[in-house]
């Protein structure tokens, strides 16, 4: 049977780990930046380990790895392993912990550390980090215990420990999705503004004509665009154009085609020599899975002609009311931006009273 001294010492003991630990929960909660959640852990284990140092890996489940941050000199520098690499790699792996009373007499120990740094291993604790499901999110790499080898006292306290340590680190990277989410959408809401400006506040009278446009995004910012342009004598300049793909990519390239149509609209010599000038703009702008395909005309309101350029865009058409027919404007040529030279052909056709010209892009069909 146990002294009655040695039974009372045991339970101080016990008593000062839980105190230890009531007041480790407490410190982690102070805290929702991950990088000073991972420092204030580590030195919460070594101090309450009594050991010399150690390493925290976090678990990248989609590269497979293990990862820390660690100090090179005043810098913080990121390492990362293969899981199943060395013994952090072998106890993410195996969800077993490794208590080590001679590191270097283990086949799986990498002594490269230690070779390069001078710091001598001897004593290791290595144990798996579980979130409340069960599931290893990381890694607990403690070295050198003061007073010789680690104890299984002291593997149960990492283990309660790591408990309370992988729901602050959970709370931690919620917080940071929460923020970077939020940073996004202001983002978004501000690219939108943006591009809102792009379109025309309001739309040109046509002597003559009729006209009206509307545009939806399905998300704050996207890849419609539309403008129409007064030049001189009695012409103005209809266009539609859609970029491959959505978001702030999409609303980025809008800008481009917006500014570069705006800039060299007016010393074009023909409707076909402008549509392959932004071609080129287009193509060295974007990369190389991007395209946009455009539908440009310039309508004559002395004579009802219209002169078209379309580069791969949904075809427009016209609507005859007195025949009850439809004419397509199919493609003179291929989207923007998918070669950096490119022909395109012009058409011209007539549109009388009574008649419709429909623009659309793809999110009519789509619909």
């Not at 050991?51 to 990121?78: F, H, N, P, Q």
């Not at 001679?102 to 230690?114: H, I, N, Y």
């Not at 310039?298 to 004419?327: C, E, M, W």
């Amino acid at each position: 049977m146990p002294s009655p001294k040695r039974s009372s010492k045991s339970k101080q003991g016990q008593i000062k780990r839980l105190e230890a630990l009531i007041n480790a929960s407490k410190i982690l909660n102070s805290t929702l930046n991950l990088e000073k959640l991972l420092a204030l852990i580590l030195d919460l284990a070594i101090k309450n380990l009594k050991a010399s140092r150690g390493t925290i890996y976090l678990i990248d489940a989609d590269r497979k790895e293990l990862w820390s941050k660690v100090l090179k000199g005043k810098d913080l520098v990121e390492i990362r392993l293969p899981v199943g690499t060395g013994i952090s790699g072998h106890v993410a792996k195996t969800g077993k912990t490794i208590n080590l009373k001679d590191a270097w007499k283990d086949k799986r120990f990498f002594s490269g550390f230690d070779l390069r740094t001078g710091f001598q291993t001897k004593t290791m604790l290595c144990m798996p980090m579980r979130d409340r499901k069960g599931k290893i999110i990381g890694v607990f790499q403690i070295l050198n215990k003061h007073d010789g080898a680690f104890t299984k006292e002291d593997e149960n306290f990492l283990e309660a420990f790591s408990v309370h340590a992988a729901l602050a680190i959970e709370n931690a990277r919620l917080h940071k999705d929460i923020v970077e989410k939020e940073r996004i959408e202001k983002e978004l809401e501000i690219a939108g503004a943006i591009q809102r400006r792009l379109l025309p506040k309001q739309l040109p009278a046509l002597p003559g004509y009729e006209i009206d446009a509307v545009a939806r995004p399905s998300k704050d910012v996207g890849g419609d665009y539309y403008d129409l342009l007064k030049l001189s004598e009695g012409k103005y300049a209809f266009v539609i154009a859609d970029v491959s793909g959505k978001g702030v990519p999409a609303a980025l390239l809008v800008s481009t085609l917006h500014a570069s149509l705006h800039a060299y609209i007016d010393s074009a010599v023909n409707l076909a020599q402008l549509v392959r000038r932004l071609n080129v703009v287009v193509h060295e702008n974007t990369e190389a899975e991007r395209f946009i395909t455009l539908f440009m005309a310039v309508l004559d309101s002395n004579d009802g002609s219209l002169t078209y350029v379309n580069a791969g865009h949904n075809f427009p058409f016209i609507l005859r009311t007195d025949q009850s027919s439809i004419q397509p404007l199919l493609s003179t040529g291929l989207p923007l931006g998918m070669f950096d030279s490119v022909e395109f052909q012009q058409e011209t056709v007539k549109l009388d009273p009574s008649e419709y010209l429909v623009l659309y892009t793809d999110g009519v069909t789509e619909a």
